[in-house]
Each structure stands twice: as structure tokens, then as C-alpha cells.
């Protein structure tokens, strides 16, 4: 069976930053397209990133320069390191995969606020 | 980058009877190559991750009971759900993954009249 949970989500200031990571259990992240999509309060769905199997790595305008998304081939985990938050950055973060999104996480809380 | 546009916005059906949401995707997401519409749909209810119902525009999620149905080609997709059942009640999206940006439609949602 194939599980992704989401951690590391949480109240930070705007300016912080945070960490996100996705482990997975049942499937190589290694081997998948890989992606962040969010939720603010009241939103729709956006999508964030993606990492292709081959490693290469693109981001929606909005998080670019500021989000960077990584994997550890080890830990079968994908990351997100979010730099510069803003309180636009507020929602739901979830891992799915794969491109058409077969599977989620159950998501993560990300608030950016003072 | 691909704009996905719903209709309606909002949509209430009595029990048993047949739901339809609309997308429209500002330009085509039909992989010639392959004949494949890189269209996708979704389930969404609250505090929970969004479902995966349909893929390839009209290809069912196993485990997605047979009352949902995707159809449509190029621009123009539709989501059916046939006797709507109490459960169904939630938002739905459309999504293109043909190019990168990834977008989804603003969202559906769906109530019981």
C-alpha cells in the first residue's frame, strides 16, 4: 500500500522559513514525478513544484527563488525548504504523485503569521 | 500557462438525479502522439486530500464507484455523476498535467437540493 505523510508545517513569521518533508512507504520517489500542491484557507488547489525522476525541478512563478524542492534517495522522502515566507504562503501542503495525482498525503498546515 | 475554467461554480441535485460540471481549458491538452487528453478530475471534501476519480479524461480510478464518468476531447471536458448519492457532496476540480505549470480549475461545488 502506498502512504505519504506530510510533516513539518506550523505557525512561522513572515521572513521564516520552514521545512516540509514527505516520507513514503510503498513507492520510490526516487522513480516518480514528485509534487507540492497547496490549499489556502478557502482556495482552490495550486500547485507548487514538482522534482522528475531524473532530478530536474520547476516551480509555480509564485514560490520561485524563495521554495526549493529536494528528495533523499535514502530516506525515500521528498522535501520543500520554504524561504521568504509570506503570509500569502498560508495553507495546506500536501505530496502527491504522479502527475495526474494518484496519490496524496494527508497534507500539512503551513501559517505564515506575526 | 493553461487556464481551466469550470461551469457552474456551484450546483445543487436532488438524490438519484445526474450531476454535470464543465471544463474548459484555454488551449488544448490532447497529446496528438499518443491520443491522450492530459485531463484529470477530483473529489474534494474537507480535511481531507483531494481524490482522484478520473484520468485521461475519461479513465475511471479503480475503486471510483461507476456513476462517476469523464468525457471530452481538446479543450472541453465534463464530469457526470449518475444518482447522485448523499457521500457525493464536496468540491470537485478539474486538473491539466499536459504542460507544466500544472493548473486546476477554480472548482465545482456540489450540494443536495
Known amino acids: 500500500e502506498v502512504q505519504l505523510v506530510e510533516s513539518g508545517g506550523g505557525l512561522i513569521q513572515p521572513g521564516g522559513s520552514l521545512r516540509l518533508s514527505c516520507a513514503a512507504s510503498?513507492?520510490?520517489?526516487?522513480?516518480?514525478?514528485m509534487n507540492w500542491v497547496r490549499q489556502a484557507p478557502g482556495k482552490g488547489l495550486e500547485w507548487v513544484s514538482i522534482?522528475?525522476?531524473?532530478?530536474?525541478?520547476d516551480y509555480a512563478d509564485s514560490v520561485k527563488g524563495r521554495f526549493t524542492i529536494s528528495r533523499d534517495n535514502s530516506k525515500n522522502t521528498l522535501y520543500l525548504q520554504m524561504d521568504s515566507l509570506r503570509a500569502e504562503d498560508t495553507a495546506v501542503y500536501y505530496c502527491t504523485s504522479p502527475d495526474y495525482g494518484r496519490y496524496w498525503g494527508q497534507g500539512t498546515l503551513v501559517t505564515v503569521s506575526s | 500557462d493553461i487556464v481551466m475554467t469550470q461551469s457552474p461554480d456551484s450546483l445543487a441535485v436532488s438524490l438519484g438525479e445526474r450531476a454535470t460540471i464543465n471544463c474548459k481549458s484555454s488551449q488544448s491538452v490532447l497529446y496528438s502522439s499518443n491520443n491522450n487528453n492530459y485531463l484529470a478530475w477530483f473529489q474534494k471534501k474537507p480535511g481531507q486530500p483531494p481524490k482522484l476519480l478520473i484520468y485521461?479524461?475519461?479513465t475511471r480510478e479503480s475503486g471510483v464507484p461507476d456513476r462517476f464518468s469523464g468525457g471530452g476531447s481538446g479543450t472541453n471536458f465534463s464530469l457526470t455523476i449518475d444518482s447522485l448519492q448523499a457521500e457525493d457532496v464536496a468540491v470537485y476540480y478539474c486538473?491539466?498535467?499536459?504542460?507544466?505549470?500544472?493548473?486546476f480549475g477554480q472548482g465545482t461545488k456540489l450540494e443536495i437540493k
Open positions: 522534482m522528475y525522476d531524473g532530478g530536474r525541478t
Open positions: 510503498g513507492f520510490d520517489v526516487s522513480s516518480n514525478y
Open positions: 486538473h491539466q498535467y499536459y504542460t507544466v505549470p500544472p493548473t
Open positions: 485521461w479524461a475519461s
